[in-house]
């Protein structure tokens, strides 16, 4: 801890919380990547929400098991049974706190927002090893990290059983100009998979709606809304979550999917900027979605070496801007040169997805 270095043997208050935090991002609380954005998903496909507790909540306790067997670290001042216990709270109360937010990211922060409050406790003894003094505000971290894993449980299950009694209208938009692609596959198997799971499925074939891609005169002098396009709004209205099933071509969007978002996604319909000011109305709030991509290049290539534009442009520039989040994001490939085999499990993949209403 920062204060160590200073040769003050104990916290010098509560301002060594935030002091701590970005050190402890990076040293705990990027476990999250793994513990949750991994590990929980997998274990989510073959048990329900409270045994993944217990299982999560055991593995992380071997995970640190090493720690509590060395002398002179915070884990090994407590005693075994506190500390497995105290890893099945911890990891009840990051599970649902991911689970209700479903964001990964504050899920990072939580974990290490516990480890510097658990910092308060920490001091150096008479033989320079570092202690955990178990006061009152070690107990009252981890019976707020329990009373909170409660909460956000309970909250989640209600929240999920409303969702499961509520039939899902999804709108499945494939953006590839080719009926005979490979993204017409996924579409099929994302559609079977949903259609197990008993949703109101309506779809949009882009390449087959007739209507002009080119925004002529932008938003100055908006050209009237063909037909296609008018039914298309209907159905975006409609629907809960959109499903974008398109492939990469240039890094971007093909020609014809970036003209209907140009076209459909209109002042009006899709936000609405206020007057005089910076800001604007976010009018799909409320709706979240899924991108299912293909690309010929590997994931972490078009990640890193490109930045990924069709994302930025689909989901932070076009549907994030009108209010439709969570945006989750899968990339299939690389296409080319795929295999039967390897082409039948990205249909598996999609398929899950669909069944799982992801």
Not at 3 to 13: D, E, L, R, T, V
Not at 48 to 67: N, Q
Not at 207 to 219: C, K, S, Y
Not at 310 to 329: D, H, W, Y
């Amino acid at each position: 801890m920062i204060w160590f270095a200073f040769g003050i043997n104990k916290p010098i208050s509560i301002l060594s919380i935030f002091i701590n935090l970005p050190f402890l991002i990076v040293l705990g609380g990027l476990e999250e990547l793994g513990w949750r954005g991994i590990l929980q998903p997998k274990l989510e496909k073959v048990a329900r929400y409270l045994p993944t507790i217990l299982i999560m909540g055991f593995i992380w306790g071997l995970w640190h098991l090493p720690l509590w067997l060395m002398h002179g670290t915070p884990q090994s001042a407590l005693p075994f049974g506190w500390y497995l216990i105290s890893g099945i709270i911890l990891t009840a109360s990051f599970t649902s706190f991911y689970k209700y937010t479903n964001n990964l990211f504050l899920t990072v922060v939580s974990h290490a927002w516990f480890n510097s409050c658990i910092g308060l406790a920490l001091y150096i003894g008479e033989n320079g090893v570092l202690l955990l003094d178990l006061n009152w505000k070690v107990m009252l971290v981890f019976a707020f990290e329990g009373i909170a894993a409660v909460i956000l449980g309970i909250v989640y299950n209600h929240r999920n059983s409303l969702h499961i009694l509520k039939m899902k209208k999804i709108l499945i938009i494939n953006g590839h100009p080719n009926k005979d692609s490979f993204n017409f596959g996924l579409e099929e198997a994302y559609k079977k998979g949903a259609l197990q799971s008993n949703e109101d499925i309506k779809e949009i074939a882009i390449g087959e709606l007739q209507f002009n891609p080119n925004l002529a005169f932008g938003f100055q002098n908006i050209s009237e809304l063909e037909p296609d396009l008018l039914e298309a709004q209907e159905k975006i209205k409609w629907s809960d979550y959109l499903v974008w099933v398109h492939p990469v071509w240039w890094g971007g969007l093909p020609a014809i999917t970036k003209g209907f978002i140009d076209r459909v996604f209109l002042p009006g319909f899709a936000f609405k900027y206020r007057e005089n000011s910076v800001w604007w109305d976010k009018l799909l709030a409320g709706k979240t979605a899924r991108i299912i991509m293909t690309l010929d290049t590997p994931n972490i290539y078009y990640w890193f070496a490109f930045g990924r534009p069709s994302v930025n442009q689909l989901k932070k520039s076009t549907l994030e801007f009108c209010g439709i989040k969570p945006v989750k994001v899968s990339y299939l490939g690389p296409i080319r040169n795929s295999t039967t085999d390897s082409r039948k499990k990205m249909l598996q993949k999609v398929e899950a997805m669909g069944n799982e209403n992801k």
